[in-house]
Nanobody, 121 residues
Framework: QVQLVESGGGLVQAGGSLRLSCLASGSIFSSFRINTMGWYRQASGKQRELVAV???????NYADSVKGRFTISRDNAKKSVYLQMNSLKPEDSAVYYC????????????WGQGTQVTVSS
């Protein structure tokens, strides 16, 4: 099994920055089952959506709404994935979830508990 724990959420003014971190634990971090790690978000009253994902090989995929503002990175040695969020907008406010799975198109098999990001106008 894999456990994912997020940190770094909080309250920030529009235009500000936050960095989310996700630490994975468990013995299969290097396995194909978590080749892809990434971030999803769910705003109040809306469906959960993909924000950014990255594979162990470095392939990344971003939602159009965050391209140019958010950067995903991964440190396999530290069993961690990060999301640097710049130029934040009120519409970025949501619960952000770390997730992991075998491939970008597969969908996650593992989820973190989520961390709240609130952007004030």
């Amino acid at each position: 099994q894999v456990q994912l724990v997020e940190s770094g959420g909080g309250l920030v003014q529009a235009g500000g920055s936050l960095r989310l971190s996700c630490l994975a634990s468990g013995s299969i971090f290097s396995s194909f089952r978590i080749n892809t790690m990434g971030w999803y978000r769910q705003a109040s009253g809306k469906q959960r959506e993909l924000v950014a994902v990255t594979t162990r090989g470095g392939t990344t995929n971003y939602a159009d709404s965050v391209k140019g503002r958010f950067t995903i990175s991964r440190d396999n040695a530290k069993k961690s994935v990060y999301l640097q969020m710049n130029s934040l907008k009120p519409e970025d406010s949501a619960v952000y979830y770390c997730a992991a799975g075998p491939c970008i198109d597969c969908g996650p098999d593992y989820w973190g508990q989520g961390t709240q990001v609130t952007v004030s106008s």
